[in-house]
């Protein structure tokens, strides 16, 4: 059965430092998202993003974030300059359509010092 | 904007069958998610309700009640691997939000 992949599985990083997290959806898939979990809290959205574009964003994805699909397979999150609050689980997903079933990945769970 | 409401504990015993109830606040509607979440795992996909009435797959169904803007998911025969934490999310249909607004999720742990 597909799944969404991401890498890498943790990641430690010093405060000030640029992250990206990386994450590839299911083939057919056209929507992309990334969430976020702060440990012990709710799934948070960050962002959707479909036909190479943004189309939809939270108060949380800020000028210090954005994403970006490279190539065909792969869709990043890159944080700039990480914070100490943006320690958190961040989770890949991706729905064939704007109103299907999203299909969450295992996760890449950063740790900022 | 939106909002959920579920429990944020229950506990159970192997065989029993357990209620877990989700009230939601949107401006619009689209369809009530559930998602189960093992510790340090991944949301993974339960089911999904977008009309009234009793969805069922397997031993897990979900309910709708649109008009009380109220949800369920019930576990039946539950084993000790359904100890996880439960999702319930909504999206925004007025909107067409493709983003999910989940609950704060409940812990269900099962007893042997």
């Known amino acids: 059965e597909p799944e969404v992949t991401q890498t890498p599985s943790h990641q430690v990083t010093q405060m000030g430092q640029e992250v990206i997290l990386r994450c590839v959806p299911i083939s057919n898939h056209l929507y992309f998202y990334w969430y976020r979990q702060i440990l012990g809290q709710k799934v948070e959205f960050l962002v959707s993003f479909y036909n190479n574009e943004i189309s939809e964003k939270s108060e949380i994805f800020d000028d210090q974030f954005s994403v970006e699909r490279p190539d065909g397979s792969n869709f990043t999150l890159k944080i700039r300059s990480t914070k100490l609050e943006d320690s958190a689980m961040y989770f890949c997903?991706?729905?064939?359509?704007?109103?299907?079933?999203?299909?969450f990945g295992p996760g890449t769970r950063l740790l900022v010092l | 904007g939106q909002s959920l409401e579920q429990p944020s504990e229950v506990t159970a015993v192997e065989g029993a069958i357990v209620q877990i109830n989700c009230t939601y606040q949107t401006s619009g509607f689209y369809g009530l998610s559930w998602y189960q979440q093992h510790d340090g795992g991944a949301p993974t996909f339960l089911s999904y309700?977008?009309?009234?009435g009793l969805e069922e797959t397997g031993r897990f169904s979900s309910f709708l009640s649109r008009s009380d803007s109220y949800g369920y998911l019930l576990l039946q025969e539950l084993q000790m691997k359904d100890s996880a934490s439960y999702f319930c999310?909504?999206?925004?249909?007025?909107?067409?939000?493709?983003?999910?607004?989940f609950g704060s999720g409940t812990r269900l742990q099962v007893q042997p």
């Open positions: 997903a991706s729905s064939v359509g704007p109103q299907e079933t999203q299909y």
């Open positions: 309700n977008a009309l009234d």
């Open positions: 999310a909504v999206r925004d249909g007025d909107t067409g939000r493709r983003a999910l607004t």
